[in-house]
């Protein structure tokens, strides 16, 4: 396995995160996140944090996402927008989950330029389709200790039960096959034309999200050593 060397350099550079849902996009936001010394936002996290903490913000959103709907642009973005400007910020941070439509692309590159950033990178997981529905309706989590394992690429000594802790091994209702289907067509439908804003820009770099988890991060550290 490579190692990963921690960059010397900044990132000073919004960075975009895209890829299907069980990409392994999430993971490896945060761990670029985390070597960069830079805030990871989430929008559903950032979401979820402000309606635990019942901002006006939270209010107007949890209705919505109680009813599991997209919460609307003009929400979003205003989030966003009060967020990169909190000093944490100031070298940089990664999206993940956003921008979610080119209209919002193209409020963020207007946000980006008003704050003093180039436009932002965006990261592109590519992987097959069919090879991303195994994997994700092959996982099981363990009850007990929250283990994660796939009954394709990484089965348990015995079936069912967890190695570390015996523990009965169960599938998220998300991973089942008749949601991820047309999830994975949903962000299909969605996201192509995002994806032809930004190569349109040059800002588009493909990683391919085939390989294992190193190697993708690997991938991805190249791709922001080249943009700067
Ligand atoms: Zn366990």
Redesign the pocket.
């Known amino acids: 396995m490579a190692q990963t060397v921690r960059p010397h350099e900044k990132l000073d550079l919004a960075l975009i995160f895209l890829g299907p849902p069980g990409a392994g996009k999430g993971t490896q936001a945060k761990e670029v996140a985390r070597l960069y010394g830079v805030p990871h936002l989430s929008t559903g996290d950032m979401l979820r944090e402000h309606v635990a903490q019942g901002t006006s913000l939270g209010q107007r959103a949890q209705p919505i996402m109680a009813r599991g709907e997209l919460v609307p642009d003009s929400l979003v973005l205003k989030m966003i927008a009060e967020r990169i400007e909190r000093p944490d910020c100031s070298h940089g941070f990664v999206f993940d989950g956003f921008p979610r439509t080119v209209a919002q692309a193209q409020y963020l590159g207007v946000l980006l330029r008003q704050h003093g950033y180039k436009p932002p990178l965006v990261i592109h997981f590519v992987i097959d389709p069919q090879l991303l529905l195994r994997r994700i309706t092959g996982r099981r989590v363990?009850?007990?200790?929250?283990?994660i394992y796939n009954i394709y690429d990484c089965p348990t000594r015995v079936e069912g039960h967890?190695?570390?802790?015996?523990?009965e091994?169960e599938q998220r209702p998300d991973d089942r096959e008749e949601i991820v289907g047309p999830r994975l067509l949903a962000y299909e439908k969605q996201t192509a034309p995002l994806v032809a804003y930004y190569r349109r820009l040059g800002r588009l770099h493909d990683v391919d999200a085939s390989q294992g988890v190193d190697d993708v991060r690997q991938q991805i550290l190249r791709s922001i050593r080249e943009a700067h």
């Open positions: 363990c009850k007990v200790g929250g283990e967890c190695d570390k802790d015996g523990g091994l």
